[in-house]
């Protein structure tokens, strides 16, 4: 694909949901959980959050597509996360997953080790955690399994290239890695998103909320044009924030702003190149 | 009712929840928690928000009024939900119900229809809320009951009048529903207030956020008060933050610094007329 | 210890935070679990938060410091609250226990109870709440116990010296007071910071947030200079917030954007005084 077929597809991607207002339903962490449905809403979608199987179920079945995040587990999950996934699949519906807090306690273990057979469509991750996930999935990422510290990186984007791949193979589907670039791969094409803002570290829900603006995309796109489009959409609102904000907060407000008013063009233009 | 009458009444409630802060507890749902908190202290309240059976039984005996949303439901709600709302009945306290999510899965419409015994006296919807609701309870709507989607409304306020006034006579209370203008009812007197912003829909939260208000004024009104008033200081705050924002981001922090601002006169003049 | 002292030790706990980047995790409520993550972020920590007992554990081990908060119980709580604890204790780890809504509930109180065995190494909360959980806890305060309304304060801070002075001596650490003016103590030194804004009180989560700053400051220093820096902090960043808000929404980003900005000279040289 040359970039300019590529950006073509973003474009139209981004004009779909706009047109459309997909309902993206989520199962997500309480932290971030008011960025989500807001960075959702900021790009065209409809958003809905639930906690119990049968609701988890019952959006599944109703939604588009769905963002599932890992983060603060309740005991519930246990049920809900793995019915809900259960049902995306037999609905043929895309979801993606985002695994924060890999290896973090025995039910959110035990829970990412089920998805290894109801796939997610999309996983998005920092370095650390697609190398967590590649391993707890036994595929080949030429790294050995990574610690887990707090939300942050601590391995490089490109350490990730390997882990990322094989899983976009195993998936059958796409995988995003943030980081000071973003890198999405299908398996057999592999971008690299550039822009966006060292401030993005320092609010919580930048990586779950680019998560859930994803899944937005996927229900209008193919998983590895849902992942660039949304890394874009990212890159593209995090470079206009960082210049006029003064710090985490007016960046934070920026960054929804600038997701709210980014044209399809203005995202597809956000520099990125295949490597 | 004339409408300076309305207006005077409107200015004596602001002015009362700004002299005595009244504590408005609330089980509410995650997603948009900390804007309801945000929006009932902006407008002069105090609040707590909890999710355990005897914490709201303990906050319906403490506070001045409740407000009680529906949306994340945890499965400890089978417990709390009815347990608050049967105390906050006993000591005669007025709660407002926000039944977002009607139609999802089988604990919401558990709860709700054991709500139409310990009945709300406000009760606070879109349009499609509204009429799933009167349809729940078997209430004359003049509609078929309609499916969810999201949380956005599908059907039009006046669409939902008949189910509002039917509903509101059900109570004995009053029935807001929330859309391009919002509709407030006590089954006799119906009102239409007007103003808001389209970038409502673009932000999470401003119903419920609105429920919590409306709750607050419940503390200090007459049903069909409090809801006029709450609509009424949505309207003039979000037309005062759609003139200076530059997208839904810094939309919501303008909202949250009119209602703070918003004089009782201020509140009284948005623009409405009975209907 | 002389101002001049102290200020030293501020600058330099300040500095070492924005070097090292603590991993400081949380048990908190959700309704401000944002802000508290987010102000923990602009200080120059890490954030995570969980509710699960052997995850609560895991972050004990992996993190510098904890902070919990005891504001929204779930059930999960009766477990993952002592677990936790006993774990930080067992690893020697200093963590900031906030008593938010003391009084109100079983479980709540039941917890609390066990944390007179289970000391924490800071305790914030407002003049009602250290008073109340001093007399929970059998220490002089001199004050019968207060009633618990909203999140807010009904006690002075001064009124809490005696509680707040027999607690830190009590659990061998610091306890911090806000009000008006900030009480630290650890016992033996009792500060009162100054500046800070009324607008604290219109925006829900400054105590949560300053109560987990407190902990990622507890990751570099002893518990009272750890107290005093995270008040000094807030003090400053209300008073620079302040002379730019419109409004609690405003206030809030600003407050952020300051937390930020803020150098540690600068956090040293906000007014404060040992009493």
Redesign the interface.
């Known amino acids: 694909m040359t970039k300019t077929d590529m950006q073509a597809k973003i474009i139209s991607t981004v004009r779909q949901v706009k047109e459309t207002?997909p309902?993206v339903?989520s199962i997500t962490?309480?932290?971030?959980?008011?960025?989500v449905?807001?960075a959702q809403?900021?790009v065209g979608g409809?958003?809905?959050?639930?906690?119990?199987p049968?609701?988890g179920e019952?959006?599944a079945m109703?939604g588009d597509a769905m963002y599932i995040n890992m983060?603060?587990?309740?005991?519930?999950y246990a049920e809900s996360l793995p019915r809900t996934a259960r049902r995306l699949i037999e609905q043929n519906k895309p979801w993606v997953l985002d695994p924060v807090?890999i290896g973090?306690?025995?039910?959110?273990t035990e829970i990412l080790l089920q998805f290894r057979e109801l796939k997610p469509t999309i996983v998005r991750g920092n370095a650390s955690e697609i190398i967590a996930l590649a391993n707890l999935w036994g595929l080949e990422t030429g790294m050995a399994q990574d610690g887990?510290?707090?939300?942050?990186a601590t391995d490089t984007v490109m350490a990730a290239r390997q882990a990322a791949e094989a899983m976009a193979d195993f998936i059958d589907g796409a995988v995003a890695v943030s980081g000071e670039a973003d890198l999405v791969t299908d398996g057999e094409q592999t971008a690299l998103s550039e822009g966006g803002s060292e401030l993005f570290?320092?609010?919580?829900?930048a990586g779950c909320s680019l998560g859930g603006v994803t899944a937005v995309y996927a229900a209008a796109a193919d998983p590895f044009t849902a992942a660039l489009t949304a890394v874009q959409a990212y890159n593209l609102a995090g470079t206009r924030a960082a210049a006029q904000?003064?710090?985490?907060?007016?960046f934070?407000?920026?960054?929804?702003?600038?997701?709210?008013?980014a044209t399809p063009e203005d995202i597809a233009g956000n520099p990125f190149r295949f490597i």
Chains 1, 2, 3 share one sequence.
């Open positions: 207002c309902l339903p962490n309480t932290v971030t959980i008011n960025l449905a807001n809403l900021a409809s958003a809905a959050m639930v906690y119990l049968d609701e019952g959006l109703a983060g603060t587990c309740f005991p519930v807090g973090l306690g025995g039910l959110r887990v510290r707090g939300v942050d570290t320092k609010i919580t829900g904000a003064a710090g985490p907060g007016s934070e407000i920026a960054v929804r702003d600038a997701l709210y008013q």
